[in-house]
């Protein structure tokens, strides 16, 4: 077996199909990927747990922006929490931050108390806060087992000084799990600079809408965003990364 990890981000059923022919060990679910993820559907959930076997980590992230909560959107987190621990998922990914670019302790200590005994991975807020070794050791204080960070850049490949320092802090005790552009070129070069053994992807490629009709003075979704494209993982792109982790 493998002493790697490979964590593939799914917002349908059919991506989360080609991550697991690709050979994804985990699946983080969401909705919405092109805006970042936000908290899927319980229906979704339980689609992809009828078609896969993959241990699933689930989004919690109540909508699109920042990670500044008030209490009403909280409490939103909170029950999705219980939801999805209840529907038998294996894990939860989530993420607070203060006004000032701290990890919010009170909130992160509520979501974590409504996780119980499930995993629980601290998602790329991690990434907007202001000093990522203290929140790296409030994570471990909260019990997080988990880190999804770029070594906050925009891409992985340009935070590796962060990341393997990252790496050394966190030891045995809390896994540093890459993300932000990863492929397999990306790989490559984090197995060659860093200790990382995690690597988080979508591996999405863009299709075109089968809608043969199109209104051309209409836009329904985000500036730049067209209705008419579909994102989805693509297994190639996962089976690539998969080979170089053995």
Known sequence: MSSFLLECCVDSVASALHAAQGGA????????????GITPTLSLYDQVRLHTDLPVRVLI??????????????SVLEGNIRAFRHAGAQGVVIGCLTAD???????????RDAAGDLSVTLHRAF?????????LSQ???????TILTSGQADACIHGIPLLRRL?????????????????????RLLLSRTPLTAFHMSGKKVLPSAMRYRNP??????????????????????RAVR???V
């Open 167 to 187: 790496c050394e802090q966190a030891g045995s005790s809390l896994t540093i799990l890459a993300g932000a552009g990863i492929n397999a070129d990306a790989v």
């Open 139 to 145: 994570a471990r204080q909260l019990g997080i087992d």
């Open 127 to 135: 990434d907007m806060c202001r000093d990522p070794f203290e929140t």
């Open 243 to 245: 080979r170089l982790l």
């Open 61 to 74: 992230r109540p909508r699109f922006g920042d990670f500044l909560y008030n209490e009403e959107e909280l």
């Open 217 to 238: 003075n209409v836009s329904m979704g985000l500036p730049g965003i067209s209705e008419y494209e579909l994102w989805q993982t693509d297994p190639e792109a996962v």
């Open 25 to 36: 060990d985990r699946l983080e679910l969401c909705s919405g990927l092109v805006i970042g």
């Open 101 to 111: 670019g701290a990890l919010d302790l009170e909130a992160m200590k509520r979501l």
